[in-house]
């Protein structure tokens, strides 16, 4: 009953709201974070996940591996052609029938075009690249493309999302669809719309990626994490993308 | 090399007080913290920060381990002649880093 | 806050946030130590209340980084301005949180920066005027309990 009511008070301001929330009630965490954090995101003189986008802006042009070739070489300037880009992933690739979130793609291009060692998964480089391509997105809708291949992905997404897991026997929908909004521990339960990754999160005291943190909520229900890069964190990153479309991207965010 | 970020306004009036914004990459150890293998990591910080302005030192400040990672630091100085702000960050396992920014005053 | 009972906490908090936030403290600073540190500022002058300001919210989400301003009235002239800036604090390991020098040159007599807290605690900012007076001022903190941290 007071959830419902929250939710329409929230529908309501979401009609004249900025793009942090849609008219349906689901907005960015952003919203509920407080006023200083929200400052430290939106500075970028004092938004420390601006530090990782200017890694990846040097790495952006940067010569490496055999092909002696840069980002900039194949894809010029990323202001321009990233724009949209991570709005957009995880996208569809047909030559290899899966689905491959933004960092994914990125650890390919470097391994299969420029032909240089892997870029591991959070690695500082692989982390800086990512967030430098999704910060040309800040701004910009989340809109998930339509994709057969992509359709299926997030549909295992989903039903990852609503399949109870760990010794605490909790699905990711238990918190953040049912009780979201809630307190839990003194901090409020967020929607958890990965509108900002990768983000600065003050906990880690680092950008990290959105595999990261759900890693994290599985070690959080004492279930096993899949390890980085798993179908099964691509496909729930492709079903949240989907669950936040028309939110703005806000990479690098901010969060607790 | 870590990166920095430092925001100061390229042109000013004379007299005007500028915001200067010094953000730099570091993480900032405590010395209080255990590592994977149960000891304490080592201290690693940065416990100095200064800014001079065409070689005067118009800002310095002293830090401890309560600073937070990645430190930040905004304070503001007086627009005096054109020239270059410096900043200098230095500390533990001989960290020592400098940025320069030019300012036009006018 | 109403959640003060400490199992009630942990067990809210998956008993994960409890644990990792608490670090190792092999050497806690308390109220004495504190004082000590505003003495050795001071050199054992009083510090009195107003003209300075600090700025922290009253509630912080994470005690990793903790933003804090403080700001000293001040005409910031030759004859008449603030020498330095301290933080004090009374949980973390050590009392010091920084020291700043500042000067006529300075224009405003702010500082802004972002701190860790390592529990809910009371914070002293201390100013050092050209005319040898010292000022202070505290500001209570609670670092609320993060539900779901790494571990």
Redo the contacts between chains.
């Keep these: 009953m007071r959830a419902s009511l929250v939710v329409a008070v929230l529908a309501l301001a979401g009609l004249l709201g900025p793009p942090g929330r849609a008219a349906d009630g689901r907005r960015s965490d952003a919203e509920a974070m407080s006023p200083a954090l929200r400052a430290m995101q939106q500075?970028d003189?004092?938004n420390?996940g601006?530090?990782s986008v200017?890694?990846g802006e040097a790495l952006w042009s940067a010569k490496a591996g055999g092909a002696g070739r840069s980002c900039a070489d194949c894809h010029g300037d990323a202001t321009v052609s990233m724009k949209g880009v991570a709005a957009r992933h995880p996208a569809w690739d047909a030559g290899r029938g899966s689905a491959v979130d933004l960092a994914g793609r990125i650890a390919l291009c470097r391994t299969e075009r420029q032909d240089a060692a892997p870029l591991p998964p959070e690695s500082p480089d692989r982390l800086a690249l990512t967030t430098y391509v999704a910060h040309q997105s800040r701004g910009m809708p989340i809109a998930p493309p339509d994709d057969s291949g992509l359709r299926e992905t997030r549909a295992r997404g989903r039903t990852l999302f609503t399949t109870r897991i760990g010794q605490l026997n909790l699905s990711c929908a238990t918190c953040h669809d049912d009780l979201a909004g809630r307190r839990l521990g003194g901090t409020p339960i967020p929607q958890g719309h990965p509108v900002g990754y990768p983000l600065y999160r003050l906990e880690w005291?680092?950008t990290g990626s959105l595999q990261r943190r759900l890693r994290n909520c599985m070690t959080g229900v004492r279930a096993e994490p899949y390890p980085f890069d798993a179908p099964e964190l691509v496909a729930l990153e492709a079903y949240l993308m989907e669950r936040a479309a028309g939110l703005a991207m806000e990479t690098p965010a901010v969060r607790p | 090399m870590a990166?920095a970020?430092v925001?100061v306004p390229k042109t000013a009036k004379r007299g005007e007080?500028?915001d200067v914004?010094a953000?730099?990459?570091h993480?900032m150890e405590?010395g209080?913290?255990?590592g994977p293998n149960g000891r304490?990591l080592a201290r690693d910080i940065i416990d100095r920060f200064a800014c001079t302005?065409n070689g005067?030192?118009?800002?310095?400040?002293?830090?401890?381990?309560?600073?937070?990672?990645?430190?930040?630091?905004?304070?503001?100085?007086?627009a005096?002649e054109s020239g270059t702000l410096t900043m200098t960050w230095s500390g533990d396992k001989g960290f020592r880093q400098s940025e320069t920014v030019a300012i036009e005053v006018a | 806050m109403a959640e003060r009972d400490p199992t009630r906490r942990a067990t809210l908090a998956f008993g994960l946030g409890a644990a990792a936030l608490v670090?190792?403290?092999?050497a806690r600073a308390d109220a004495a130590r504190r004082d000590a540190a505003i003495r050795a500022f001071t050199g054992g002058a009083e510090a009195r209340a107003g003209r300075i300001t600090l700025d922290l919210p009253p509630l912080v989400e994470n005690g990793?980084?903790?933003p804090v301003t403080v700001t000293v009235e001040s005409p910031m002239t030759e004859a008449d301005h603030v020498r330095r800036i301290a933080l004090v604090?009374e949980r973390?390991?050590?009392a010091?949180?920084?020291?700043?020098?500042?000067?006529?040159?300075?224009?405003?007599a702010?500082?802004?920066?972002?701190?860790?807290?390592a529990d809910t605690q009371r914070i002293t900012a201390l100013a050092e005027l050209s005319d040898g007076t010292f000022w202070q001022d505290s500001a209570d903190v609670i670092v609320t309990l993060a539900a779901c941290v790494e571990g």
């Excluded at chain 2, 990645?70 to 007086?78: C, D, K, Q």
């Excluded at chain 3, 010091?96 to 405003?108: H, I, K, Q």
């Design positions: 500075d003189a004092a420390p601006m530090l200017l890694d005291q680092a | 990166r970020l925001n007080i500028v914004k953000l730099i990459s993480p405590t209080y913290r255990p304490l302005y005067t030192e118009v800002f310095a400040i002293d830090l401890h381990p309560a600073m937070s990672a990645n430190p930040y630091l905004a304070f503001s100085v007086v005096t | 670090v190792v403290r092999p990793n980084a903790a604090n973390n390991p050590e010091e949180v920084f020291t700043a020098r500042l000067g006529p040159r300075s224009g405003r702010t500082l802004s920066t972002r701190i860790r807290l």
